[in-house]
């Protein structure tokens, strides 16, 4: 049975992680109820293409554990998130199913992940990069802890550069910030200029997924310098 590790728990860290912390708390008896229909498309989008990499995954924002059941059993997980309350709802689920693939759910800041280098094969964030502080400095975590030839597997906001969906963005971000996510700051640009200076990471794939083509399933593929060698 997977239990729940209190790691790197802070409490001077900023306010913004505050927000977000007190916020997924405060989600966690309803956001399968409110979340769980919504984002299933694309949480089986997600899953499925960690499911054909395989091998050890690492789920960051895992929550209550929507996604857990869903793995192969030949896929072994472990799941981090900012809130004990969506955690613990984690690891009821998983000691109700029985999912035996599932190492452990620890308290974490998905910007100060507490594993070593190339940990594993592949690390999955579904609508976290939007709920964080510092996206990047996730993203470099996630860089620095996946294995040389393995993935990250990202689903994300992605916010328009311009036009009326840009403006209802910007308008929108002072109401949804409360809640735990952001709408605006999260356009195309922004990743590829984190990409354009993440060491040895490549795009290996972008695609919209519903609901509204709000949100892509972007993978990030790590060099494996031994192989281009």
Do not use: C
């Amino acid at each position: 049975m997977a239990e729940i590790i209190k790691l790197g728990a802070d409490r001077s860290m900023d306010f913004d992680r505050e927000t977000v912390e007190q916020a997924y708390d405060r989600w966690a008896p309803i956001y399968d109820l409110v979340f769980g229909g919504v984002f299933s498309k694309g949480r089986q989008a997600a899953i499925q293409a960690t499911n054909k990499i395989g091998g050890r995954v690492l789920e960051v924002g895992v929550g209550t554990g929507i996604s857990l059941p869903l793995y192969s059993q030949n896929v072994r997980i472990f799941g981090t998130d900012i809130s004990e309350a969506m955690l613990e709802k984690a690891k009821k689920r998983v000691a109700e199913q029985g999912l035996k693939n599932v190492e452990g759910l620890a308290v974490m800041d998905a910007e100060k992940l507490e594993f070593s280098d190339n940990s594993f094969d592949v690390v999955m964030a579904q609508y976290v990069l939007s709920a964080v502080p510092n996206p990047e400095a996730a993203l470099d975590e996630f860089a620095r802890v996946v294995r040389p030839g393995g993935e990250l597997i990202i689903l994300t906001r992605v916010s328009a550069d311009a036009g009326v969906r840009r403006f209802i963005e910007q308008k929108l971000q002072p109401v949804v910030r409360p809640l735990g996510f952001r709408t605006a700051e999260f356009a195309w640009s922004r990743y590829t200029k984190w990409l354009a200076g993440a060491r040895g990471m490549e795009l290996a794939e972008r695609r919209l997924i519903p609901p509204l083509g709000h949100f892509s399933l972007v993978r990030f593929r790590k060099a494996d310098v031994a192989k281009a060698a």
